[in-house]
């Protein structure tokens, strides 16, 4: 190890990464089943050591990739767990971050220190390594609050999408039915959407209206937030 | 220092606070001049290595302590800035945290590793050692967010108050005069005042009205969250 500077006592530094994929019919995370101590055989979110060159999200990326094969341009910083107990081992502090991708987009290979990778039901999740049940909780915690102020759905949709599309979004994310007059009223007052001139093509069911996204005010919303009282 | 059982580099971890004082005429911000190097000199937030035994919100508080003689019993985590050359002679990752206090009620003293302590205008500060104006940044853009989505005021006015007072927190927090019609409109639509039968006493000026939090409406607006678009 490099000499030190400065002569304190230091905590291990790790990063974890909570990362969200939608499907059709759930929200899963994305877990590794670690292949080493402690915890050996355990299921838990993928992450590890932050090296002394890199920045933190760049740490949590390649840990990502690493040990999943995912590669998400994007990571948001969480939270930052610190408990003093939190390793059975030594004192370990964690910087999580998350992200929400369409699943299917996202192919997940076990490598590194992972022997194996799975998507699973946020509801059904298997026991967890360490604290990550604490952290896996903020993290379902901090993304149902997102839905509530700001706008979604812009990565995890095609580009023209029916408005039932969008409210299976919302439900999925909030594991709840929404009553669809209501949510179609209150979306479309949010002056988020474009109506297109075109409706859904090959389906059973009478077509729906296709609509898009107006990237600026998505933008805006994003920014400046609002409250979607659903 | 201790034998390290995983063998990984170690960054070091500091926690930074940033407290903000609210009182009559500005929001002002608790600052140290540090007593050693690097940025010997400078004007710096208070701060310090985290200690093993200790949860990283016990060693904001401490550090506080140390160096301002500020007791304060909340803060709340802002972010951890992780950036690779933000300390010159080493690896320093610091977790900041912040919180929002009633200046007339803390005062500082220097202690410590403090050469002085102050209260400054977050509009006019004077420059900060390693990164700590964008930590300051990062704190200021959280707090002005936090009064748009959360009901603030319970801990730094009276217990009886008029909406001019109330309304001068926000105009203070926010750094911009608010419409008085537009703002007491907003405010009391949110249902979160009680209007007492009692008016201010010994005022030059004609006596206002006196209203108090309904504490439980506050506390429900808080974990639920509202937009009050001022």
């Given at each position: 190890?490099?000499?030190?500077?400065?002569?304190?006592?230091?905590?291990?530094?790790?990063v974890?990464?909570?990362?969200?994929?939608?499907?059709?019919?759930?929200?899963?995370?994305?877990?590794?089943?670690?292949?080493?101590?402690p915890h050996?055989?355990?299921?838990?979110?993928?992450?590890?050591?932050?090296?002394?060159?890199?920045?933190?999200?760049?740490?949590?990326?390649?840990?990502?990739?690493?040990?999943?094969?995912?590669?998400?341009?994007?990571?948001?910083?969480?939270?930052?767990f610190?408990?003093?107990?939190?390793?059975?081992?030594?004192?370990?502090?964690?910087?999580?971050y998350?992200?929400l991708?369409?699943?299917?987009?996202?192919?997940?290979?076990?490598?590194?220190?992972?022997?194996?990778?799975?998507?699973?039901?946020?509801?059904?999740?298997?026991?967890?390594?360490?604290?990550?049940?604490?952290?896996?909780?903020?993290?379902h915690?901090?993304?149902r609050?997102?839905?509530?102020?700001?706008?979604?759905?812009?990565?995890?949709?095609?580009?023209?999408?029916?408005?039932?599309?969008?409210?299976h979004?919302?439900?999925t994310?909030?594991?709840?039915?929404?009553?669809?007059?209501?949510?179609?009223?209150k979306?479309?007052?949010?002056?988020?959407?474009?109506?297109?001139?075109?409706?859904e093509?090959?389906?059973?069911?009478?077509?729906?209206?296709?609509?898009?996204?107006?990237?600026?005010?998505?933008?805006?919303?994003?920014?400046?937030?609002?409250?979607?009282e659903?």
């Open positions: 190890m490099a000499r030190h500077t400065y002569d304190y006592p230091r905590p291990c530094l790790t974890d990464c909570v990362v969200f994929g939608l499907d059709e019919t759930a929200l899963q995370v994305l877990l590794i089943q670690r292949a080493i101590e050996a055989g355990c299921w838990a979110l993928p992450g590890g050591f932050v090296e002394m060159g890199e920045s933190l999200e760049a740490a949590a990326r390649r840990e990502l990739q690493e040990e999943t094969s995912l590669d998400i341009s994007y990571l948001e910083q969480l939270y930052t610190g408990g003093v107990d939190r390793d059975p081992r030594d004192r370990v502090v964690t910087v999580a998350y992200a991708v369409k699943r299917l987009d996202h192919v997940a290979r076990a490598s590194s220190d992972a022997r194996q990778v799975g998507w699973f039901p946020v509801n059904d999740l298997p026991p967890l390594a360490f604290d990550h049940e604490v952290i896996m909780a903020a993290a915690e901090r993304l609050g997102k839905v509530r102020y700001q706008p979604i759905g812009f990565e995890l949709l095609p580009t023209k999408f029916t408005l039932r599309q969008l409210q979004v919302y439900e994310i909030l594991d709840r039915a929404l009553d669809k007059r209501n949510f179609r009223k979306i479309l007052s949010m002056d988020l959407l474009i109506e297109l001139d075109e409706t093509q090959g389906v059973a069911h009478r077509a729906a209206r296709l609509y898009r996204f107006d990237r600026r005010k998505y933008e805006r919303l994003s920014k400046r937030g609002f409250l979607f659903i």
